[in-house]
């Protein structure tokens, strides 16, 4: 099967919002093994739509659209899909009804363009939307398939994972499965040249993904049955980790900062953070991790030294490695922590090219060496990588 995506919006064409609908769906399409040959990016006219829309009906199988199903002039993929099969959009009153409810649950008085959200036409069928007033559009003629949905990510991926990726899953036929392994710390050039061999299976398959948590493998199996693809995964899973077993964190749906909580709660041990340079990047990510309560004590944020000074920080001889070990030492007393974390660095440009060198120091019941690190790219963004870095360090130093 051949598809292709096509994301719509004026508002993606001047740059004003980041289309990850194309990044969700086509990463989702390659864990269900449906080939995605095109995409495109169309602005709010009708013309120009069609046009996109009648060039995917030629050369693909299977068209998923995203955006244009609101209730304004502007949202015109409704009209523009019935235009290609020929058929006229008739208001249904099941959608009707549920639209109606909607808004009546919610307080709000309906407006009469939102009729337009319940329109149907003979070959489509709608696709529920519990998280909006947009129902979404399968739309099957001459053994092709359109799928419309809704632009927001928030509508477009519940409705994706509940209603047509299984869909799409049950006309398959065959059995796919997918498991992830999330590694950090090895370059991605490196991973990828010592996985070669590997990353040249047709099945499983195995892909890597750069995020901002370290790097992703993906392996994806297919097969008739669940057990023969899960004999697949496990196989080239082990392969994996023979090779990079090391650096891999975690899998699935594991996030690191969950992951590393858990180790502290398991050990009796609680975590405070202190900052300088990155911004309170690391503090956020732990206050937002599941159970934090139980493991992260706090922390704080210094921008310069005469805030160091006013916290009562003395560091030595001055070296930055100095200062993130005293930054340690300081929060974790302050805050009865049994475990300290001090982060601390400087930007500069070398050959036209913004650097960041980062000094990141654990103080608790085992010594450790501040370990320094150099990162290429703006201080925005990096931070993240930087703070994902110490979770990292963390959780090895809790291994």
Known sequence: ???????????????????????????????????????????????????????????????????????????????VIAGLLGEKMEVDLGLKATIEKFFKER??????????????????????????????????????????????????????????????QRRSGAIIISRALKTFGMPEGTMDDQLAVLLKSPNPTLASYAKSDGIHLRITAKADSLEEARSLISCHENDVRKIVGDYIWGVDDDVLEAVVGKMLIAKGLTLAVAESFTGGSLIQILARAPESGRFFKGGFFTATDEAKLT???????????????????????????????????????????????????IVGPKPMLPLVRNYSGRLTQVVGRIAYQALFELRKYLA
Request: aromatic letters at 6%; one cysteine or more; a negative charge.
């Open 311 to 361: 916290l009562g920080l003395v560091w030595g001889a001055g070296s930055k490695a100095n200062i993130a070990s005293a930054m340690a030492s300081l929060v974790r007393d302050r805050m009865s922590a049994g475990i300290g974390i001090g982060i601390e660095g400087y930007a500069e440009t070398v050959d036209d090219v913004p650097m960041a060198k980062v000094y990141i120091a």
């Open 1 to 79: 099967m051949k598809a292709e995506i096509i994301s719509t919006g004026t508002e993606l064409l001047l740059g004003n919002i980041a289309d990850t609908n194309t990044c969700y769906l086509a990463e989702q399409l390659a864990l269900l093994g449906i080939d995605l040959f095109f995409t495109a990016t169309v602005g709010d006219n009708f013309e120009r739509l069609s046009g996109a829309l009648k060039l995917a009906w030629q050369r693909s199988d299977l068209i998923l659209m995203t955006g244009g199903l609101g209730p304004t002039q502007g949202d015109i993929t409704r009209e």
């Open 107 to 168: 307080g709000i008085d309906m407006t009469p363009n939102n009729l337009k959200q319940a329109a149907l036409i003979p070959s489509a069928q709608a696709i529920p939307n519990p998280r909006g007033t947009a129902p979404g559009w399968w739309a099957e003629k001459d053994g092709k398939i359109i799928i419309a949905m809704p632009g927001p990510p928030a509508e477009m991926q519940p409705m994706w994972q509940n209603h047509v990726a299984p869909a799409l």
